[in-house]
C-alpha cells in the first residue's frame, strides 16, 4: 500500500524555536508553538495490533518526557500535511486550551480489585460505592479526574487523576493513605502517564 498520508501521535508545545523531531522516526508539523508529531503512513484504518499499539505508546511517551503532549486517539491518520496544517488552525484555541489545563501535570491511574475472599462468610464488596467515595476524597487534591470506561464494575473500577509533576509523590503518598483506610479493596497505581484520558481532540 503507498505511502500516501500522515499517521499523528499527538500535538505538543513546542521550545523556542524548536521544530525538529520530537520523537525517533518522526516529523512535526508546525503551526506557531504547536507541533503534530507524525509519521508517513498509509491513507487508511490503522488495525489495532499489540505492534501497533506499543509503538503508538512509545512516540507518546518519549515526547512527554520533555513536552507537553495532547495525545491523539489511537489510528489518526490524515490524508496530507495541507489537510493537518488546516485542522490545527481550525482547532488552535481549544488546542491551546488544553495545553493550559495539562502543561506541568501528569496522569495517575488507580485501579481498585476486591480482595480474593478467604473462607466462607466473606463481606460482599460494593465496589462501585467504594470508588465513588474514593474519587471523591482524592479529587479534592487533583486537577480533574475521570472514572475510566473500561472498568469492570464487578471486578476492577479504574480511576484517572490529573496531578501536578511536582506534586507527584505527595499524591500517591494520598492514595496509599486511602488504600490503608479501605477494607476489602486493593488499590493499583500506576504512571505517571502523558495525560491520555483529560484532553479528547475534536476529529469529526
Given at each position: 500500500m503507498a505511502v500516501t498520508g500522515l499517521k499523528m501521535f499527538g500535538v505538543a508545545a513546542l521550545g523556542e524555536r524548536e521544530d525538529g523531531p520530537l520523537a525517533p522516526q518522526t516529523a512535526s508539523v508546525v503551526v506557531r508553538e504547536l507541533g503534530a508529531v507524525v509519521r508517513a503512513a498509509p491513507y487508511a484504518r490503522v488495525e489495532m495490533s499489540d505492534i501497533e499499539l506499543d509503538d503508538y505508546q512509545q512516540v507518546v511517551e518519549s515526547v512527554f518526557e520533555r513536552h507537553t503532549i495532547i495525545p491523539a486517539p489511537f489510528g489518526t491518520v490524515f490524508r496530507s500535511r495541507?489537510?493537518?496544517?488546516?485542522?490545527?488552525?481550525?482547532?488552535?484555541?481549544?488546542?491551546?486550551?488544553?495545553?493550559?489545563?495539562?502543561?506541568?501535570?501528569?496522569?495517575?491511574?488507580?485501579?481498585?480489585?476486591?480482595?480474593?475472599?478467604?473462607?466462607?462468610?466473606?463481606?460482599?464488596?460494593?465496589?462501585?460505592?467504594?470508588?465513588?467515595?474514593?474519587?471523591?476524597?482524592?479529587?479534592?487534591?487533583?486537577?480533574?479526574?475521570?472514572?475510566?470506561?473500561?472498568?469492570?464494575?464487578?471486578?476492577?473500577?479504574?480511576?484517572?487523576?490529573?496531578?501536578?509533576?511536582?506534586?507527584?509523590?505527595?499524591?500517591?503518598?494520598?492514595?496509599?493513605?486511602?488504600?490503608?483506610?479501605?477494607?476489602?479493596?486493593?488499590?493499583?497505581?500506576s504512571g505517571p502517564w502523558p495525560p491520555y484520558d483529560f484532553v479528547h481532540m475534536d476529529l469529526g
Open positions: 495541507d489537510q493537518l496544517t488546516r485542522w490545527i488552525e481550525l482547532h488552535y484555541a481549544a488546542l491551546s486550551d488544553g495545553m493550559h489545563l495539562i502543561d506541568g501535570r501528569c496522569e495517575m491511574r488507580v485501579h481498585l480489585r476486591p480482595t480474593v475472599a478467604k473462607g466462607a462468610g466473606a463481606k460482599e464488596i460494593n465496589l462501585a460505592l467504594i470508588a465513588a467515595d474514593t474519587f471523591r476524597v482524592l479529587r479534592t487534591s487533583a486537577t480533574a479526574g475521570v472514572h475510566l470506561r473500561n472498568s469492570e464494575v464487578h471486578t476492577t473500577h479504574g480511576i484517572a487523576f490529573l496531578v501536578d509533576r511536582s506534586h507527584w509523590q505527595d499524591f500517591s503518598a494520598l492514595v496509599l493513605t486511602q488504600s490503608k483506610q479501605t477494607e476489602g479493596v486493593d488499590f493499583e497505581r
